[in-house]
T-cell receptor, first 112, second 113 residues
Framework: GAGVSQSPSNKVTEKGKDVELRCDPI?????LYWYRQSLGQGLEFLIY????????KSGLPSDRFSAERTGGSVSTLTIQRTQQEDSAVYLC??????????FGPGTRLTVL | QKEVEQNSGPLSVPEGAIASLNCTYS??????FFWYRQYSGKSPELIMS????GDKEDGRFTAQLNKASQYVSLLIRDSQPSDSATYLC?????????????FGTGTRLLVSP
């Protein structure tokens, strides 16, 4: 596709349930990033994938959060046992270099 | 001190005026600097990148970089109501191995007709 795509665009779940968020980066982009943005707040870095290297997980807020990237392309961010404080917009970005990142439209997660 | 600092605003300017958005950063050896525009409810969109000291112009936008002062700015000439958005400054920093961008919290710009 022409840009980064994410699905679903909106997700409403109940506290304690697991959710999976998907990101499909721009074709040929080797780097993929996940961010979280709470209402009115800045971007919070979560995790970074670069090619076949081990991912940089330094931003994951707890062990309930995990992500994988299969075949160097599509990535899935999984949140287990969701809590209300997990409610936010989850943004994925991809890039050829670490510099110019291009963002997807985001997934708005609401935990009731 | 935050790694990337921006005034949260809002910065209010009348239509046709110059809007000046400022950003300071803590890492003296940072190499790459970016401005993203984020409309309400939308994802960030890259509008400018700058890598060396001085000015870089693209249409109505000018990015200015002063590495000695650890300062980067974005000027928007002939501001339009459609420029009303939050502008995020992002810096590629050494402590991340230059592998990640560190974002400021953004400056909200309001352009009144």
């Amino acid at each position: 596709g022409a840009g980064v795509s994410q699905s679903p665009s909106n997700k409403v779940t109940e506290k304690g349930k697991d959710v999976e968020l998907r990101c499909d980066p721009i074709s040929g982009h080797t780097a993929l990033y996940w961010y979280r943005q709470s209402l009115g707040q800045g971007l919070e870095f979560l995790i970074y994938f670069q090619g076949n290297s081990a991912p940089d997980k330094s931003g994951l807020p707890s062990d309930r959060f995990s992500a994988e990237r299969t075949g160097g392309s599509v990535s899935t961010l999984t949140i287990q046992r969701t809590q209300q404080e997990d409610s936010a917009v989850y943004l994925c970005a991809s890039s050829i270099s670490p510099n110019e990142q291009f963002f997807g439209p985001g997934t708005r997660l609401t935990v009731l | 001190q935050k790694e990337v600092e921006q005034n949260s605003g809002p910065l209010s300017v009348p239509e046709g005026a110059i809007a000046s958005l400022n950003c300071t950063y803590s890492d003296r050896v940072s190499q790459s600097f970016f401005w993203y525009r984020q409309y309400s409810g939308k994802s960030p969109e890259l509008i400018m990148s700058i890598y060396s000291n001085g000015d870089k112009e693209d249409g109505r936008f000018t990015a200015q970089l002063n590495k000695a002062s650890q300062y980067v700015s974005l000027l928007i000439r002939d501001s339009q109501p459609s420029d009303s958005a939050t502008y995020l400054c992002a810096v590629n920093m050494a402590h991340t191995g230059f592998q990640k961008l560190v974002f400021g919290t953004g400056t909200r710009l309001l352009v009144s007709p």
